[in-house]
């Protein structure tokens, strides 16, 4: 079924089989675009049902759960409730969005920094920092729960705003990124600059900041995204839920006592708030998403 | 902002640093350099570094989660936490090895399972004539961008909402219970065939056992919530690889596949003895990426299941975290993350290992076959 995209492939030194072939290359096109199809309706159904069900009442949606029609439309269970009833919502949306700026903002500049200096800078250690930097990529995140824990306590502010900011901050994978961005670009505009006199902050800000855009963006784009869905890091840095982020309160929601069968409208509508902010990003910038994706699994 | 618009055409442009000046004029360099990086390394130390070195020490003691683990009185373990695991039959070791053994088939399904399917989306999207490329690349590539806590909400409703198996029920099925199936699905086949009955299992495999667990907990396979949590898993996580298998198509060149092509070798021919082959180091990848990530699942186990139904889906990550979190053993919980780093730690340096051998080999194999196309 694979190979049958390539034989759909009209190439030019195949023409001459085409009448031979013309059938079967037909049938294997279509074929093709079945299992597409297929595929992209198991891929898409489920984001569907989570848009439909944001509008379908609590007994609607437990009665035709395949429903592709809210009957009767209503926010009545889902948006609405996270509106105005649902305790926490608001206050856990606006500390999403004050965690995912703080975040991306001192990690592009730290990183953007930190890169540049280990990618351009002589300085007595930068080989060993850089080498630290490449072994604390290879620590996974999950063995760092209860280590977490205990840093924040130690210093006395678990459960509080640093907590959910400052680890956060700590990102290995954008210093190598960025790292990997200068030593990639020419350094003549940097020389031709210095040579005006530039001192090294100014030069870094002025000039080798705005050359770095489309790197910068792709570690903007990885820290939003990062930083907006993170779970597990914000899982052990806080437990009141004034400091709840979105994915804390939503979790918290579906693995409360509330009763696990129900209020499927309400906290389906809550995971679709949580994913249309990353999906509007994601629509606009895609490509730099897949940079990313490719720089993480070199990196890997 | 006026260097951006004379900078860009040079950006790509990529040729190897060479340093024109002496160390002279670069005096100040070693000053500002460190001033550059300090505030990254110092927050890499205080939030990385020295918290494994805390919980390293915590691992050797029977640190309740009152008062600091870091007074000289603190109740000492040494090595108990870690031998508890291996050596000592109970509880911990029960729910330890139970771990291992889930982590173990969700492995075994996950890895080859979300690495086939990302090679099969990859292998339909590359298509050049292909209508709606884009579209299709997005809506496969989509899950694995969004929020974990989000996506698992929506399976939740898929399997325990009622989704699924209303699909089922119109095909005349009745589905499982998914998420609250705690039954062994290598026992359902064996109750199936007639060869074990799971109400009775045989006494022979119930009686006996290794390492705190029966044999008939051993082969017992993933439970029924297991397979759905894997389905969930593979479903998200396939976009990744498969941006990663495109990237890799797109390197093949393609004089090659002409130079197939011209040899008469047909679609399956071409994908078996040219297009797989040069994909052999990304399918390496793949699979050991997919190998370490399979080893630190939590937030999907943490929010869809809590390790229930009957422990069936309690991974390492997550046991790790409710023994200090919940029962405040916190050091039988750092313990387990030593082990488990320690694990992937060897999955990962394995890798990195062959990887650079790979890409040597790989450079050599593509001059090769560019030559053999060429005069083919």
Same mark, same amino acid.
């Given at each position: 079924?694979?190979?049958?995209?390539?034989?759909?492939?009209?190439?030019?030194?195949?023409?001459?089989?085409?009448?031979?072939?013309?059938?079967?290359?037909?049938?294997?096109?279509?074929?093709?675009?079945?299992?597409?199809?297929?595929?992209?309706?198991?891929?898409?159904?489920?984001?569907?049902?989570?848009?439909?069900?944001?509008?379908?009442?609590?007994?609607?949606?437990?009665?035709?759960?395949?429903?592709?029609?809210?009957?009767?439309?209503?926010?009545?269970?889902?948006?609405?409730?996270?509106?105005?009833?649902?305790?926490?919502?608001?206050?856990?949306?606006?500390?999403?969005?004050?965690?995912?700026?703080?975040?991306?903002?001192?990690?592009?500049?730290?990183?953007?920094?930190?890169?540049?200096?280990?990618?351009?800078?002589?300085?007595?250690?930068?080989?060993?920092?850089?080498?630290?930097?490449?072994?604390?990529?290879?620590?996974?995140?999950?063995?760092?729960?209860?280590?977490?824990?205990?840093?924040?306590?130690?210093?006395?502010?678990?459960?509080?705003?640093?907590?959910?900011?400052?680890?956060?901050?700590?990102?290995?994978?954008?210093?190598?990124?960025?790292?990997?961005?200068?030593?990639?670009?020419?350094?003549?505009?940097?020389?031709?600059?210095?040579?005006?006199?530039?001192?090294?902050?100014?030069?870094?800000?002025?000039?080798?900041?705005?050359?770095?855009?489309?790197?910068?963006?792709?570690?903007?784009?990885?820290?939003?995204?990062?930083?907006?869905?993170?779970?597990?890091?914000?899982?052990?840095?806080?437990?009141?839920?004034?400091?709840?982020?979105?994915?804390?309160?939503?979790?918290?929601?579906?693995?409360?006592?509330?009763?696990?069968?129900?209020?499927?409208?309400?906290?389906?509508?809550?995971?679709?708030?949580?994913?249309?902010?990353?999906?509007?990003?994601?629509?606009?910038?895609?490509?730099?998403?897949?940079?990313?994706?490719?720089?993480?699994?070199?990196?890997? | 902002?006026?260097?951006?618009?004379?900078?860009?055409?040079?950006?790509?442009?990529?040729?190897?640093?060479?340093?024109?000046?002496?160390?002279?004029?670069?005096?100040?360099?070693?000053?500002? =350099?460190?001033?550059? #990086?300090?505030?990254?390394?110092?927050?890499?130390?205080?939030?990385?570094?020295? $918290?494994?070195?805390?919980?390293?020490?915590?691992?050797?003691?029977?640190?309740?989660?009152?008062?600091? $683990?870091?007074?000289?009185?603190?109740?000492?373990? =040494?090595?108990?936490?870690?031998?508890?695991?291996?050596?000592?039959?109970?509880?911990?070791?029960?729910?330890?090895?139970?771990?291992?053994?889930?982590?173990?088939?969700?492995?075994?399904?996950?890895?080859?399972?979300?690495?086939?399917?990302?090679?099969?989306?990859?292998?339909?999207?590359? =298509?050049?004539?292909?209508?709606?490329?884009?579209?299709?690349?997005?809506?496969?590539?989509?899950?694995?961008?969004?929020?974990?806590?989000?996506?698992?909400?929506?399976?939740?409703?898929?399997?325990?909402?009622?989704?699924?198996?209303?699909?089922?029920?119109?095909?005349?099925?009745?589905? $499982?219970?998914?998420?609250?199936?705690?039954?062994?699905?290598?026992?359902?086949?064996?109750?199936?065939?007639?060869?074990?009955? $799971?109400?009775?299992?045989?006494?022979?495999?119930?009686?006996?056992?290794?390492?705190?667990?029966?044999?008939?907990?051993?082969?017992?396979?993933?439970?029924?919530?297991?397979?759905?949590?894997?389905?969930?898993?593979?479903?998200?996580?396939?976009?990744?690889?498969? #941006?990663?298998?495109?990237?890799?198509?797109?390197?093949?060149?393609?004089?090659?596949?002409?130079?197939?092509?011209?040899?008469?070798?047909?679609?399956?021919?071409?994908?078996?003895?040219?297009?797989?082959?040069?994909?052999?180091?990304?399918?390496?990848?793949?699979?050991?990426?997919?190998?370490?990530?399979?080893?630190?699942?939590?937030?999907?186990?943490?929010?869809?299941?809590?390790?229930?139904?009957?422990?069936?889906?309690?991974?390492?990550?997550?046991?790790?975290?409710?023994?200090?979190?919940?029962?405040?053993?916190?050091?039988?919980?750092?313990?387990?993350?030593? #082990?488990?780093?320690?694990?992937?730690?060897?999955?990962?340096?394995?890798?990195?290992?062959?990887?650079?051998?790979?890409?040597?080999?790989?450079?050599?194999?593509?001059?090769?076959?560019?030559?053999?196309?060429? #005069?083919?």
């Amino acid at each position: 079924m694979v190979a049958t995209v390539h034989g759909s492939r009209p190439r030019k030194p195949a023409k001459r089989h085409r009448t031979a072939h013309g059938g079967r290359s037909f049938t294997a096109t279509f074929l093709a675009y079945a299992v597409l199809v297929f595929l992209a309706l198991v891929y898409l159904v489920p984001f569907l049902l989570q848009i439909v069900t944001s509008f379908k009442t609590q007994t609607d949606a437990a009665n035709h759960p395949l429903g592709l029609i809210p009957h009767p439309v209503s926010t009545r269970d889902s948006i609405g409730r996270l509106a105005n009833g649902s305790p926490g919502f608001p206050r856990a949306l606006a500390n999403s969005v004050l965690v995912t700026v703080l975040v991306t903002a001192g990690r592009v500049f730290l990183d953007s920094m930190a890169g540049y200096a280990l990618a351009r800078l002589r300085f007595p250690g930068r080989r060993i920092v850089f080498g630290a930097i490449l072994a604390v990529l290879a620590v996974p995140g999950v063995v760092l729960l209860i280590p977490k824990f205990l840093v924040l306590n130690r210093l006395g502010i678990y459960d509080s705003y640093p907590a959910l900011v400052l680890p956060l901050l700590a990102d290995a994978a954008g210093i190598f990124i960025m790292k990997q961005f200068f030593e990639s670009v020419s350094e003549n505009i940097e020389e031709a600059a210095r040579i005006d006199g530039a001192g090294t902050f100014r030069l870094f800000w002025s000039v080798v900041l705005p050359m770095a855009r489309p790197a910068l963006i792709t570690l903007t784009i990885l820290s939003f995204q990062g930083s907006w869905n993170e779970f597990a890091q914000v899982l052990v840095s806080v437990q009141s839920p004034q400091y709840y982020t979105l994915p804390l309160w939503l979790g918290n929601l579906v693995t409360g006592s509330l009763g696990a069968g129900t209020q499927y409208p309400l906290k389906l509508s809550g995971a679709l708030l949580a994913t249309i902010p990353v999906a509007l990003v994601f629509a606009l910038l895609q490509r730099y998403f897949i940079r990313g994706a490719n720089e993480g699994a070199v990196k890997g | 902002m006026a260097a951006a618009t004379t900078a860009e055409p040079i950006a790509p442009a990529s040729r190897p640093l060479r340093r024109k000046h002496g160390g002279g004029t670069r005096g100040p360099e070693r000053t500002t =350099g460190w001033l550059f #990086v300090s505030p990254a390394v110092a927050l890499l130390v205080l939030f990385l570094a020295v $918290p494994v070195l805390m919980a390293l020490w915590v691992s050797f003691t029977d640190w309740n989660g009152i008062g600091t $683990p870091f007074r000289l009185n603190v109740p000492k373990a =040494g090595l108990r936490n870690y031998t508890d695991l291996f050596t000592k039959d109970g509880l911990t070791r029960q729910d330890f090895m139970t771990s291992i053994r889930n982590i173990f088939y969700y492995t075994l399904l996950v890895v080859p399972l979300q690495t086939s399917l990302a090679l099969s989306l990859a292998l339909l999207v590359n =298509g050049k004539m292909l209508k709606a490329k884009g579209f299709f690349r997005s809506a496969f590539y989509f899950p694995s961008v969004t929020s974990s806590v989000a996506i698992t909400t929506v399976f939740l409703f898929v399997f325990n909402g009622g989704a699924l198996n209303s699909i089922l029920a119109k095909v005349g099925i009745s589905g $499982p219970n998914w998420l609250n199936d705690s039954n062994g699905v290598v026992q359902n086949l064996l109750g199936a065939l007639g060869i074990a009955d $799971p109400a009775n299992p045989p006494s022979a495999l119930v009686n006996h056992g290794f390492l705190s667990l029966t044999w008939w907990d051993w082969i017992a396979g993933p439970s029924v919530a297991m397979c759905a949590i894997i389905a969930l898993v593979v479903w998200t996580t396939a976009g990744t690889f498969m #941006v990663i298998y495109l990237a890799a198509l797109q390197d093949i060149s393609a004089d090659i596949e002409e130079a197939s092509l011209l040899d008469g070798a047909n679609p399956w021919q071409r994908l078996r003895y040219v297009v797989l082959p040069m994909l052999k180091p990304t399918t390496f990848l793949v699979l050991t990426l997919g190998l370490i990530g399979s080893w630190q699942v939590f937030d999907q186990v943490y929010l869809a299941t809590q390790g229930g139904p009957d422990k069936t889906t309690l991974s390492p990550a997550y046991l790790s975290y409710t023994s200090g979190f919940k029962d405040h053993s916190w050091g039988v919980g750092s313990a387990m993350a030593f #082990v488990l780093f320690a694990i992937i730690i060897i999955f990962t340096l394995l890798q990195r290992f062959i990887m650079r051998d790979r890409t040597e080999a790989k450079a050599r194999s593509r001059r090769r076959a560019a030559r053999r196309a060429k #005069v083919g």
